[in-house]
């Protein structure tokens, strides 16, 4: 069989798209398949010891015991109970910016060497960890680069698997081209493995979403970040607040921090870079403990069905509902997930007709739920390699 179109029109379309394709082509990065954290953690470095861990899931433990009935189902009981047993921090940051203060250089050249060495006898260990450093304002930058440099140099270049540092306060795509370089140097200076540095900004400042001539500059962060961008982080009061919004309004729910958020999305969609998002200041403790404990469950859930699968903890009693959600969002859709993944890969026709990008999207569903114990494997009947083979397309 043959056309009537000549070769002609294929080279001019050719052509004429070339310019669409090169940018496709350097902004799609490989699809992210490994294990990403259900939470970060964020400990001021002067409470950082190599025993925290370990402090956050008994203090969590001891919430539940001492603040009655279960801020979840009881079938639920079980499984949250065992995670904060077993693994109560998932991410954990040491944090030398807003939750450390302004302590003057000689107590964070202290702090910063400090934490370099508990880090190295940090038991248990969380699957990630990091460090979030001041921004690269003008204002603390020397003070930034200067702690990351003593910290490393604490531990003499032995950073741990799922080693990453939290900028924060990103406000320009300059910012992070300069942070990727610097990870560069740092490496050649402590002999790291080439781009092994990793890092992950906060937006929190209304410049990183929409730029002073009216574009927005979170689109620009991933390419800025040379590869070594890996994540996006909401700042949930910094941003409400320089928008305005009242203390009594600032939410991880208000209309700005969902528009920010959707612009993240939009952002570095297929880009490789993940998101989270922020926090919840309003902490589990005191006569409100269970009234605080309904609010957080609901902000996870809800931060969930948006897409964002990351969240920020701030406080060892957010652990029981943050784990106590996310396991009842997975449980809660495993089984259509599970149903509707099963006739996919056996192309049989029901009541959805699935598209592959649908079946990408249920192999990562089952992925993040046995990742974080949500899910356990018998109630999955589809190898690992076989998921993440779907999720990878």
């Given at each position: 069989?043959?056309?009537?179109?000549?070769?002609?029109?294929?080279?001019?379309?050719?052509?004429?798209?070339?310019?669409?394709?090169?940018?496709?082509?350097?902004?799609?990065?490989?699809?992210?398949?490994?294990?990403?954290?259900?939470?970060?953690?964020?400990?001021?470095?002067?409470?950082?010891?190599?025993?925290?861990?370990?402090?956050?899931?008994?203090?969590?433990?001891?919430?539940?015991?001492?603040?009655?009935?279960?801020?979840?189902?009881?079938?639920?009981?079980?499984?949250?109970?065992?995670?904060?047993?077993?693994?109560?921090?998932?991410?954990?940051?040491?944090?030398?910016?807003?939750?450390?203060?302004?302590?003057?250089?000689?107590?964070?050249?202290?702090?910063?060497?400090?934490?370099?060495?508990?880090?190295?006898?940090?038991?248990?260990?969380?699957?990630?960890?990091?460090?979030?450093?001041?921004?690269?304002?003008?204002?603390?930058?020397?003070?930034?680069?200067?702690?990351?440099?003593?910290?490393?140099?604490?531990?003499?270049?032995?950073?741990?698997?799922?080693?990453?540092?939290?900028?924060?306060?990103?406000?320009?795509?300059?910012?992070?081209?300069?942070?990727?370089?610097?990870?560069?140097?740092?490496?050649?200076?402590?002999?790291?493995?080439?781009?092994?540095?990793?890092?992950?900004?906060?937006?929190?400042?209304?410049?990183?979403?929409?730029?002073?001539?009216?574009?927005?500059?979170?689109?620009?962060?991933?390419?800025?970040?040379?590869?070594?961008?890996?994540?996006?982080?909401?700042?949930?009061?910094?941003?409400?607040?320089?928008?305005?919004?009242?203390?009594?309004?600032?939410?991880?729910?208000?209309?700005?921090?969902?528009?920010?958020?959707?612009?993240?999305?939009?952002?570095?969609?297929?880009?490789?870079?993940r998101l989270s998002d922020g926090s919840c200041n309003v902490l589990p403790v005191g006569p409100a403990v269970h009234a605080a404990w309904q609010l957080h469950h609901r902000l996870v859930l809800r931060s969930l069905a948006h897409g964002f699968y990351q969240g920020?903890?701030?406080?060892?009693?957010?652990?029981?509902?943050?784990?106590?959600?996310?396991?009842?969002?997975?449980?809660?859709?495993?089984?259509?997930?599970?149903?509707?993944?099963?006739?996919?890969?056996?192309?049989?026709?029901?009541?959805?007709?699935?598209?592959?990008?649908?079946?990408?999207?249920?192999?990562?569903?089952?992925?993040?739920?046995?990742?974080?114990?949500?899910?356990?494997?018998?109630?999955?009947?589809?190898?690992?390699?076989?998921?993440?083979?779907?999720?990878a397309v």
């Open positions: 069989m043959t056309g009537r179109l000549p070769e002609s029109v294929y080279g001019e379309l050719d052509q004429r798209l070339a310019p669409v394709d090169a940018v496709l082509r350097a902004r799609s990065r490989p699809a992210v398949t490994g294990r990403q954290p259900v939470h970060t953690v964020y400990v001021p470095a002067d409470r950082f010891s190599p025993s925290v861990v370990a402090a956050w899931g008994a203090q969590a433990l001891a919430a539940l015991d001492a603040s009655p009935p279960l801020p979840f189902p009881e079938e639920l009981r079980d499984r949250v109970v065992a995670k904060l047993a077993r693994e109560p921090i998932e991410d954990l940051r040491i944090d030398f910016e807003d939750g450390y203060g302004a302590r003057g250089d000689d107590a964070e050249d202290v702090a910063a060497a400090a934490a370099g060495a508990a880090l190295l006898s940090l038991a248990p260990a969380p699957p990630f960890i990091g460090i979030r450093i001041k921004s690269l304002e003008a204002a603390t930058r020397r003070r930034a680069v200067r702690t990351l440099d003593l910290f490393l140099s604490a531990v003499d270049g032995r950073l741990p698997p799922g080693f990453v540092v939290t900028l924060p306060k990103v406000s320009a795509a300059a910012q992070v081209a300069a942070m990727a370089q610097l990870c560069g140097q740092l490496e050649l200076a402590y002999g790291l493995a080439p781009r092994s540095l990793l890092f992950e900004a906060q937006v929190e400042t209304p410049l990183a979403v929409l730029g002073p001539d009216g574009t927005a500059t979170v689109a620009r962060l991933a390419a800025a970040g040379d590869g070594r961008l890996v994540g996006l982080h909401y700042g949930t009061y910094d941003y409400s607040a320089a928008l305005g919004v009242a203390a009594s309004e600032q939410s991880l729910a208000h209309p700005v921090a969902d528009h920010a958020k959707a612009v993240m999305q939009v952002a570095v969609a297929g880009t490789g870079v920020w903890d701030l406080h060892p009693a957010q652990l029981p509902t943050r784990f106590a959600a996310t396991y009842a969002f997975f449980r809660s859709a495993s089984a259509a997930a599970v149903e509707r993944l099963g006739a996919y890969l056996e192309r049989q026709a029901g009541g959805i007709l699935d598209e592959p990008a649908t079946a990408r999207a249920l192999a990562g569903f089952l992925l993040r739920g046995l990742d974080c114990g949500a899910l356990d494997p018998p109630e999955v009947p589809f190898t690992r390699p076989t998921l993440e083979a779907l999720w």
